[in-house]
């Protein structure tokens, strides 16, 4: 979360992205670090014991969200963090079909 508030900070688009698991945390420390909209996806959790095929296709899923969140900048997305700066600020959960996972 610190590398995507620097980035924001800097004016390059960013996303954080991350499995299911870690959705509280992320909405904790972006809170903590003043940046509490910023854009974010969430593929299927766990991700240590998948293959490179299930990675390529929760990567595949998650894409399209990736995408969107970086180029949006319609005006009911954006909001204005912390120090002025521009954050976009959807949360994505990308559910995978194969995925028996809750996220």
Known sequence: MHDIVDLEGRGVPAVFVASAQFVDAAEAQSESLGFPTVARVFTPHPIQDRTDEEMESYADAAFDEIVAAITTSTASAI???????THLGPTTVVQHSDSTDEV
Do not use: M, T
């Open 79 to 85: 909001d204005r963090g912390a120090h002025g700066r």
